[in-house]
């Protein structure tokens, strides 16, 4: 009796002390998960991001053509739908259900380079502001570091996000991207890829820093632990991003009218070349509502498609911590 209890006894300790390594372990790759180690190339930051971008933009894409014609002012896609359910059926019975993947490709081209410079930013920007203050990560050095990783990262995507739109109206005569392309630059010049950064910057700047910031506020009330979770990633992405669409789709609106003027039989909308005269013309126009149109799809588009890059993103970093810590054993 003695002799199994000896046994039993040595038996336990020696589990024991194997969960205590395995735990000890994860909470090492955990550790090198939320902050990569400096041996991680910059690569692996654009990696991760790239794939990211595309996942989020791609996804919910249909979502984005409804948001899109609902916004748009003073061409022919600028019926008027009573939701985003009757706008979806409206564009594939006359359309075709392809027409809701209109121009996607300009997304994939734009959003992989894009993205991956926008997190490779943000996480480089992140660990100087999170020095500044002492070695201590929070909400707002996320946020923070959102909005200046979109300044860079729209530089980019703007010119693609331009041919998104053109491509989402309906009545355009657009063949492809690159017929769409060389038609815009024809017809209006380069200055048309481009008319509608600073508008961009003034949406994407409040867009990002909210959502980063939430999400980052989200994902430590949630898990505060810090480990890899995959379900407080999408909730708290799903979260932030719904938050930051809502708040700036006025700014949304604007944008739209700005990117899509060439294609407008209106005149006045034509001629609109910044954020304020856009503004005006919506005002003018539509009245206050003007300014939420297509809030719901860009919220339904934008929840997900959140949830989905953050959990992509997160997903890459903690694939290349766990590499990175198997390597170094």
Known sequence: ????????????????????????????????????PETSPLT???????????????VMYPFDIVKTRMQVVGSPSSMVYSGVTHALKV??????????WRGVMSVVLGAGPAHAVYF?????????????AGGNANSLAAGAAGGVA?????????????IKQRMQLSGTGYRNIAD????????????????????????????????????????????????????????????????????????????????????SADLEVRAASSMMTAAKIIYRKQGMSGFLRGMRPRVIANMPATAISWTTYEYFKWMIARRDSQQNK
């Open 44 to 58: 692996m930051h654009l990696i991760a991001g790239a794939a990211a971008g595309i996942m989020e933009h791609s």
């Open 91 to 100: 564009i594939t019975s006359t359309e075709g259900i392809r027409s809701l």
């Open 180 to 263: 769409c392309t060389i038609k815009v630059f024809r017809n209006e010049g380069f200055r048309a890829f481009y008319v509608s950064y600073p508008t961009t910057i003034l949406m994407n700047m409040p867009f990002q820093s909210i959502q980063f910031g939430c999400y980052d506020l989200f994902r430590r009330t949630l898990n505060p632990s810090g480990s890899y979770s995959p379900t407080t990633h999408v909730v708290a992405g799903g979260l932030a991003g719904a938050v930051a669409a809502a708040l700036t789709t006025p700014i949304d609106c604007c944008k739209t009218l700005l990117q899509t003027r060439g294609a």
């Open 150 to 162: 979109t300044i860079v990262s729209d530089a980019l995507m703007n010119p693609f996000d331009v």
């Open 120 to 132: 490779a930013t943000y996480e480089q920007t992140k660990k100087i502001l999170t020095n500044a």
């Open 1 to 36: 009796m003695p002799l199994t209890q000896s046994k039993e006894s040595t038996t336990a300790t020696h589990q024991h002390q194997q969960n205590q390594q395995q735990q000890n372990a994860s909470a090492e790759i955990e550790y090198d998960y939320e902050e990569l």
